[in-house]
């Protein structure tokens, strides 16, 4: 399942710590303005090597498009591109190919697969994030074109029990040997009403669907969310109102999204990502042989997957939001 989306498909490729990462854009009407340094600004977000809270892996994520684009504007084929590996250590992971590393995916993927990438996690690291942020940065210059007044960001709201100085208090968890975990909170606004397809597509379903996809996700909420619960029918409602000529609601605990379409609202969620399963210190497992052993894993690595996560997250937004508006094209006749 390395394809996302039904009109606007994404397809990545590549391994963490293989020669190069990539995908493919297919879907993309023609016409588009692509521009390329705002693609690269949003890589520069995500990649590693920018902050003592971050793994030291120093990788440049240079983005190279190979097909779909010409004079700037994309021509409706797919496009291509790759961004090349120049920073790998494979050697850090020697130990691990016979390891199993508490709470991360070697296990699983050997159970599935009979084998596995044991270079940095392979497809199982956030290395290929990457590439959807190209792919959800693509999507954002579509909506910004077709949406007057679309916007789109995340934030961190939440490192373990801290709501303020983010990176002070990963690094700390960082000097510890430890990891941590948190929330970031996405904030859509421009979506007009009537995105998104129930019973099965319903909008917010199709969000927690690409924000579960994302390493470390494990919650995810819309609008009033798991809060609501402690309100009443009568509290959580929002009513509906004529402004200006328009139909609006005068609160939003729907988060922009009734009956699984969009109304119009600001649509706004969370997602919580758990600590990184990869630490520094020593901890209990077994190897593929079943035997217990104790594995301190060497490396670098992320304390926490928040401060880069928060482009990942506008990116899957990004490309969960053009698809529904490339699906709604087709819902009646004009």
């Known amino acids: 399942m390395n394809t996302f989306g039904t009109l606007y498909r994404f397809t990545e490729f590549g391994e963490s710590h293989g020669p190069a990462i990539g995908g493919v854009i297919d879907g993309l009407p023609a016409g588009v303005v692509i521009d390329t340094d705002y693609i690269q600004s949003q890589l520069d977000r995500r990649r590693p090597g920018t902050s003592a809270a971050n793994t030291a892996r120093n990788e440049a994520d240079r983005v190279e498009f190979l097909s779909g684009i010409l004079d700037g504007k994309s021509t409706g ?85 801290a709501t303020q100085d983010f990176e002070q208090a990963i690094l700390a968890v960082k000097a510890e040997g430890d990891t941590i975990g948190g929330i ?27 924000m579960l996809s994302i390493n470390a996700a494990k919650g995810f909420d819309y609008g009033s969310g798991f809060e609501g619960v402690a309100l009443r029918g009568s509290q959580l409602n929002d009513p509906f109102e004529n402004r200006d000529g328009r139909i609006r609601t005068r609160t939003n605990h729907s988060g922009g999204i009734q009956g699984g379409i969009s109304n119009g609202e600001e649509i706004y969620f969370r997602v919580v990502f758990k600590p990184i399963a990869t630490l520094a210190r020593e901890q209990d497992t077994v190897d593929a042989g079943g035997n217990p052993i104790r594995l301190a894993v060497h490396g670098r690595h992320d304390t926490s997957v928040l401060l880069r996560a928060v482009p990942v ?5 990004a490309m969960v939001i053009l698809d529904a508006w490339l699906l709604n094209r087709n819902a009646r006749i004009q």
């Open 77 to 161: 084929t797919p496009i291509g591109f790759l961004i090349r590996n120049t920073n790998q250590h494979s050697s850090d992971y020697d130990r691990l190919k016979e390891a199993f590393r508490p709470s991360h995916a070697d296990y699983t993927y050997t159970a599935k697969y009979g084998l596995r990438d044991w270079r940095g996690g392979g497809r199982a690291s956030a290395r290929e994030t990457a590439c959807r942020v190209v792919a959800g940065a693509v999507a954002t210059l579509a909506l910004r074109q077709v949406l007057p007044g679309f916007s789109l960001s995340a934030k961190i709201l939440q490192v373990g029990e």
């Open 313 to 317: 997250v506008e990116s899957m937004a």
């Open 184 to 210: 970031i909170g996405c904030n859509i606004q421009g979506v007009p009403a009537g995105l998104g397809d129930p019973i099965f597509g319903k909008l917010q379903a199709k969000l927690a669907a690409a």
